[in-house]
């Protein structure tokens, strides 16, 4: 089987006191190249006045294989 191609996952959560988080995955893979990049953001609106917030987070991996080494035992 190949090991190429991508995929998506996308989660959203609510909660009291006017919470949300949205997120945001993407995982994928072609011939030398392997990534994973992640998004989200919160937003909590709190339960008086001024208390609110609000966090927005990115990340991600490449990974580039230069040298494939296949090693076969008999």
Known sequence: GSDYGQQFFSRM???AFGFTKKQLK???AEKNLRYR???SNS???GFRD???SENTL???KINIIFIEIYIRCN
């Open 58 to 60: 990115i990340q991600g």
């Open 26 to 28: 993407i995982i994928g």
């Open 50 to 52: 001024n208390s609110g």
């Open 37 to 39: 990049l992640y998004a």
């Open 13 to 15: 959560t609510f909660g």
């Open 43 to 45: 937003e909590l609106s």
